[in-house]
């Protein structure tokens, strides 16, 4: 599913039910970081019209399911907790050197945004077939379809302004680099942790 090379283990589920509280804040944060992700996209590459045009979309987006997510902690009796930093992105973003043209430049944020998309995209699946919560199940499972369309809109992206031959093979790299860092993961109660 979706390139991914290494399943997330299916136990990370019931540490993640065993406190619903500190995943929703996290991903509270993951929405905001994808609305703050597209606008540092827009400001970054402006003369790439159509990127602009769908980024405007995407923040629209994003900072709805920022609101979904905010909705129910305060529906549950919550308050929005602190962001904690997120391993799995820090590690993810020393992939690809730094530098390299303004195409190179925008074709890695563009690889990147699509591979954090996508195991946001396979972790929500996990979570709307595994918890137990059936109302958090069926809002996981609403959300996991618009995360897949990112997979895909940010990937397209990333062939349409790239070498398609070069963008695949790095998409490949990253890929595998992924699949290392998660091996070492999901044992913490953060949507990709
Ligand atoms: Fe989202
Ligand atoms: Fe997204």
């Known amino acids: 599913m979706l390139g991914l090379k290494l399943p997330t283990d299916p136990r990370w589920v019931n540490i993640v039910e065993k406190n619903i509280e500190d995943i929703l804040t996290d991903h509270a944060f993951c929405e905001q970081k994808a609305t703050s992700t597209a606008i540092s ?5 402006p003369e790439y019209t159509e990127l602009v045009q769908e980024m405007v979309a995407l923040v629209k987006e994003e900072i709805s399911h920022f609101k979904m997510v905010h909705d129910i902690i305060i529906k549950r009796g919550w308050t929005l907790g602190r962001d904690r930093r997120d391993d799995y992105v820090v590690q993810l973003l020393k992939f690809f050197a730094k530098g390299g043209s303004r195409t190179t430049q925008l074709v890695h944020r563009l690889l990147y945004a699509a591979l954090i998309e996508a195991r946001s995209c396979e972790r929500f699946r996990l979570l709307s077939e595994e918890l137990q919560d059936k109302e958090l199940a069926d809002f996981y499972r609403k959300l996991m379809v618009s995360e897949a369309n990112h997979y895909t809109m940010f990937l397209g992206f990333a062939r349409q302004y790239g ?9 490949q790299q990253l890929l595998e680099y992924e699949s290392e860092i998660m091996a070492n993961l999901s044992k913490t109660e953060t949507i990709h942790g």
Not at 41 to 45: A, D, H, K, M, N
């Open 41 to 45: 996209l827009i400001v970054s590459f």
């Open 163 to 171: 070498n398609k031959k070069e963008v695949d093979t790095k998409w």
